[in-house]
Structures are given as structure tokens and as C-alpha cells.
């Protein structure tokens, strides 16, 4: 993937690449779980039809159901925690 963003131009952060060091961090967990990386995959399985991400669906939809987690957690609207509490109930 990083050679393939290289060669369009993008570039990833190195600490995004070396994550070793930063295991704990939320920020880079949210980041890397975000729906730009869903959007990321999807189009290298869709549109450039590349085998690497062949059956990638699955992981595609986990990204965007934990995205939406981490937005319902950080928001500060009080009827998004009340959705999320009525929709594990």
C-alpha cells in the first residue's frame, strides 16, 4: 500500500509506517481506523481492481463501523451516547 501511495503522489507519516513505538496511542488507532482508509481500501479493490485487497469488503465495513464508534464516543451531543446505549441493549 505505502508503494502504491507513493507512486500517486501521497504519503503516509512515518510514525504511520513504524507504529511500534506508538502502540497506545488513540490517535493513531483513530486515525488508522478512519473512513478515509475504509474509502482507501475500497477504491483499490473496486477501482484499480488490485489483488491485494480482492475480499477486502469485510475489513472495509469494520473500519467504518469502528469510525462511527469512535465519533459516537468523542461526541459531546449526549443523544449520540444515549443511541449508543439503546442500540446494545
Excluded: P, Y
Excluded at 505505502?2 to 507512486?7: G, K, M, N, P, V
Aim: a positive charge; hydrophobic letters at 45%.
Amino acid at each position: 500500500m505505502q508503494e502504491l501511495q507513493c507512486s500517486k503522489g501521497l504519503l503516509a507519516s512515518e510514525w504511520h509506517i513504524q507504529w511500534h513505538g506508538q502502540k497506545m496511542k488513540v490517535k493513531l488507532a483513530a486515525q488508522t481506523l478512519s473512513s478515509s482508509v475504509a474509502d482507501a481500501l475500497e477504491f483499490c479493490d473496486k477501482q484499480l481492481k488490485k489483488n491485494e485487497f480482492e475480499g477486502s469488503c469485510a475489513t472495509v465495513n469494520f473500519i467504518r463501523i469502528v469510525d462511527r464508534l469512535i465519533d459516537i464516543l468523542n461526541s459531546q451531543n449526549a443523544l449520540a451516547r444515549t443511541w449508543l446505549q439503546v442500540s446494545n441493549a
